[in-house]
C-alpha cells in the first residue's frame, strides 16, 4: 500500500506536503501549463505589497554552481490587483493558496494583510520578513529578533484566527532559533525556513558585479544543507510548530530530508524554472521514497531524524525483516 | 509543452551551430517568432538555468522535427554542442508569443543579426504563403557569422548581406543598409531578430520612416532569462502599453516578439522613472 502525503500546516489540511515557494510560481498563471495547480499540496505567491512595484533593473540573476543568484526587488502589482486578478485566478484554479506578505515597514505589512482578511480564498500566510526595512537603514526585518516580531503581530493581528500566519525567515542571521522563537512568541503559527543566502558573482567579462543589485540571493541546490540545517535546529528548538522547509528540493528524496529534518511541507522554487512539471514528480517521489522505507504515512516521517538512533518506527521495522508478510495487522488498519 | 526530445543531428554552419531534435507536439504548435527553452548539462548537472533559442525551423520528418541555430557561448551552450544524434534533451516549447502576420499580402522586410537571422526563415514562408513579397536584410561580424546568406538569395525576393569586415557582401552595420532597403523593397512592415543593439536601430529607423517594426528579442532573452516559462521575472525590459504606460514585460512570456517602437531601447536595464511601480523619486531605501 503506498504512504499517505497527508499533512497540517496548524488548522489547515494538505493533500499532500508539495508546494511552490514564493516568486517561483509566478502569479500561477504561466506555472498552470504545466502543473494542476490544484493537484500541488499548495500555492504560495510572490511576496505581495500595498503598491506596484517594478523592481530592479536588470541583470537581476546570474547562474552559478548549482543554483543562482538574483536580487528581483519584489517585484509585483500591488495588493489591489492581485486581489482582483491573481487570488480569483488561483481560486478557480483549485490551488490552495498561501499568500506571501511583504512590505518596507510595519504599516505595509499591516495594509496587506488588512486586505486579505476576509479574503476566503487564503487558505494560509507567509509573512517574508527578509524585506529590507525602510525605516532601519534598509537592514532586512529578518536579522532582528525584535523587527521580525513587530512584523510577525501586525500580520496575525489583522488575519483571522483559522488561517495561519507562516514567518518566513533568512538563514544569514548568528542565531536562527532566536529569531525564531521571537516570531513564535508574536503569534506565529508556524515558520517557513529558508529564503536565500546573500551572495554575488562578479562577471569576469564586463570586470564588474553580475547583477544590477551587486549582491543577491543564492538559491537551488547549491543551499540545501544550510536549509537542512536551518530546519533541524528550528524543528529541535520548537518542535510543536509546524515547518515550510524549503532550499533546493529538486527531488522526492531531497523533501524527504526536510520532512525528516522536522518540516511538515516543502516548497519546491529555483527547480520550477529548471523544470517547470517538478512538483507533481516530487510528489510521486517522495510518496515512492515513503512506501520502500515502510512509512505509511507523512506525518510519521517528520522530524525522524531527531529521534535517537537505534529508534525505528514500527512501520520501518516491519519492512527491515526479510518477511514482508510478517507486517503486524495492525499496523495495516493504521495506514 | 515540456518534451523529452531526440537529437537527431548537431552540425556547424559557420561560426554557429545547429541542432535537429525530434519532438512533434512542439513542431505541431509551433508559430514563427516562438523559442525552445532547452535544459543543459545533463540530468544531474549544476547547470540550472534554461537556454533559450528562437526555432529556425520545423518539419514533418519523423512525427515533428524542431531546429534552432546557437552561438557557443558559455559552457551550456558548449554542452550543446557536444550532443550525437539519440541523445535527448528536455526541452520546453513552443514558448512565447509568434510574430503577428499581416492579414494582406504587403511587402515584409525582414532583418537579421548573427545567428538571430534563424527566425526568419520560417517567417518567410507563413509570409510567402500569404502572397507577401520577402525582402532580407542579414548581418554580422564575418562571414562566419552571417546566418542564411544563401538561402535568403535563394528564397527572398532580394537580399542584402552586409558584414563588418566586408568578408559578404557589403563592408558595414545592418542599421548603415537600412534605409535603402527600405525604399528599395517600398516594405510595409520590418521584422528583426538579432542583438539587441541591432533590434535597437533597426526600431528606430523603421519609426523614422513610419513603417511598423517587430522584433524577436531572443539575445536578451539569453542573456537575461532563467526559465523561459514566464515564472522567473528575471528578463523584464520597459515597454510601452497601449494606454501609454512603461510597464516592465518578460521578454520571455510577453514577448520574444515585440513592437520594435514600444520598447524603451535606451532604458534597457533600468527601471525609468515614470513606469508603473518605479521606485519614487524621493524613496530613499530600495530592496535588495
Ligand atoms: C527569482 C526568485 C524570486 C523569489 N521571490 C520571493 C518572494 O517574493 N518572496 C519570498 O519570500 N521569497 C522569494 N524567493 C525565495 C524562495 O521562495 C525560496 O525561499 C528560496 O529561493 C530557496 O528555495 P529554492 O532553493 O528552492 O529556490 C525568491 C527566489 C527566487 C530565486
Redesign the pocket.
Known amino acids: 500500500m503506498s504512504a499517505s502525503l497527508i499533512t497540517r500546516l496548524g488548522p489547515v489540511e494538505l493533500p499532500n506536503p508539495v508546494l511552490t515557494?514564493?516568486?517561483?510560481g509566478g502569479t500561477g498563471r504561466d506555472l498552470a501549463q504545466f502543473a494542476d495547480l490544484s493537484r500541488l499540496g499548495g500555492f504560495?505567491t510572490?511576496?505581495v505589497l500595498p503598491q506596484p512595484r517594478a523592481g530592479r533593473p536588470t541583470p537581476?540573476?546570474a547562474e552559478t554552481p548549482g543554483?543562482?543568484v538574483?536580487a528581483?526587488g519584489?517585484p509585483?502589482p500591488g495588493i489591489d490587483t492581485f486581489l482582483r486578478r491573481d487570488l480569483p485566478f488561483l481560486a478557480e484554479q483549485g490551488a490552495r493558496t498561501i499568500v506571501?506578505v511583504?512590505g518596507n515597514s510595519v504599516a505595509d505589512y499591516a495594509e496587506v494583510a488588512r486586505r486579505l482578511r476576509d479574503e476566503t480564498a487564503v487558505c494560509a500566510v507567509?509573512v517574508?520578513v527578509?524585506c529590507p526595512n525602510a525605516e532601519d537603514r534598509g537592514l532586512v526585518f529578518a536579522s532582528r529578533p525584535s523587527a521580525a516580531a513587530d512584523v510577525v503581530r501586525a500580520v496575525r493581528t489583522h488575519i483571522r484566527p483559522g488561517v495561519p500566519v507562516f514567518a518566513?525567515l533568512s538563514p544569514d542571521v548568528s542565531d536562527l532559533v532566536t529569531i525564531a522563537l521571537a516570531c513564535a512568541d508574536a503569534g506565529a503559527d508556524g515558520l517557513?525556513l529558508?529564503?536565500?543566502v546573500l551572495g554575488m558573482a562578479i562577471d569576469t567579462t564586463t570586470l564588474r558585479p553580475a547583477l544590477s543589485g551587486v549582491s543577491g540571493?543564492l538559491?537551488?541546490?547549491a543551499?540545501?544543507p544550510i536549509?537542512v540545517r536551518s530546519v533541524y535546529q528550528v524543528h529541535a528548538a520548537l518542535p510543536q510548530l509546524p515547518i515550510i522547509g524549503?532550499?533546493?528540493?529538486a527531488t522526492g528524496l531531497d523533501a524527504l530530508e526536510f520532512i525528516l529534518a522536522g518540516a511538515s511541507a516543502v516548497?519546491?522554487?529555483?527547480?520550477l524554472?529548471h523544470d517547470p512539471s517538478a512538483a507533481a514528480r516530487i510528489v510521486r517521489e517522495l510518496e515512492e521514497a515513503l512506501t520502500a522505507r515502510g512509512i505509511g504515512r507523512l506525518a510519521d516521517a517528520v522530524g525522524l531524524a531527531h529521534r535517537p538512533y537505534g529508534f525505528v518506527p514500527p512501520q520501518v521495522h516491519a519492512l527491515s525483516t526479510t518477511e514482508p508478510n510478517h507486517e503486524p495487522k495492525t499496523e495495516e488498519r493504521a495506514q | 509543452m515540456q518534451v523529452s526530445g531526440t537529437v537527431l543531428t548537431v552540425r556547424e554552419v559557420g561560426g554557429y551551430h545547429a541542432l535537429t531534435l525530434v519532438a512533434p507536439a512542439i513542431a505541431e504548435r509551433f508559430r514563427p517568432g516562438q523559442f525552445v527553452a532547452v535544459a543543459v548539462g545533463g540530468e544531474h548537472t549544476g547547470r540550472l538555468l534554461r537556454r533559450c533559442f528562437a526555432v529556425y525551423e520545423v518539419k514533418s520528418d519523423y512525427g515533428g522535427t524542431v531546429e534552432f541555430v546557437f552561438a557557443d557561448r558559455d559552457p551550456g551552450t558548449a554542452w550543446l554542442t557536444g550532443r550525437r544524434s539519440r541523445d535527448t534533451l528536455d526541452v520546453v516549447g513552443p514558448l512565447g508569443r509568434p510574430f503577428r502576420l499581416p492579414r494582406d499580402p504587403v511587402s515584409c522586410l525582414l532583418v537579421g543579426g548573427g545567428p538571430g537571422g534563424a527566425a526568419l526563415f520560417s517567417l518567410a514562408d507563413a509570409l510567402h504563403r500569404r502572397g507577401c513579397q520577402v525582402h532580407f536584410v542579414l548581418g554580422g561580424p564575418d562571414a562566419a557569422h552571417v546566418f542564411g546568406a544563401r538561402s535568403a538569395q535563394r528564397i527572398g525576393d532580394s537580399a542584402t548581406v552586409v558584414t563588418t569586415d566586408g568578408s559578404v557582401g557589403s563592408r558595414g552595420e545592418v542599421a548603415g543598409v537600412l534605409p535603402q532597403a527600405l525604399a528599395d523593397s517600398r516594405a510595409d512592415v520590418v521584422y528583426a531578430c538579432g542583438p539587441t543593439e541591432t533590434l535597437r536601430q533597426v526600431s528606430q529607423v523603421s519609426s523614422d520612416y513610419g513603417i511598423p517594426v517587430q522584433v524577436c528579442l531572443e539575445e536578451f532573452l539569453q542573456a537575461n532569462g532563467?526559465c523561459g516559462t514566464g515564472l522567473?521575472?528575471?528578463c523584464v525590459l520597459p515597454v510601452i502599453g497601449d494606454d501609454g504606460v512603461t510597464r516592465m514585460l518578460r521578454a520571455c512570456a510577453d514577448g520574444p516578439v515585440l513592437r520594435g517602437e514600444r520598447v524603451r531601447w535606451s532604458d534597457l536595464g533600468t527601471i525609468p522613472l515614470e513606469a508603473l511601480g518605479a521606485p519614487r523619486a524621493l524613496h530613499v531605501m530600495e530592496d535588495s
Open positions: 515557494a514564493s516568486g517561483c504560495i510572490p511576496s537581476r540573476m543554483g543562482m538574483s528581483m519584489l509585483g506571501s511583504g507567509e517574508n527578509a518566513k517557513s529558508i529564503n536565500t540571493g538559491s537551488g541546490p543551499i540545501r536549509a524549503m532550499g533546493g528540493i516548497a519546491v522554487g529555483t527547480t524554472f | 532563467a522567473c521575472l528575471t
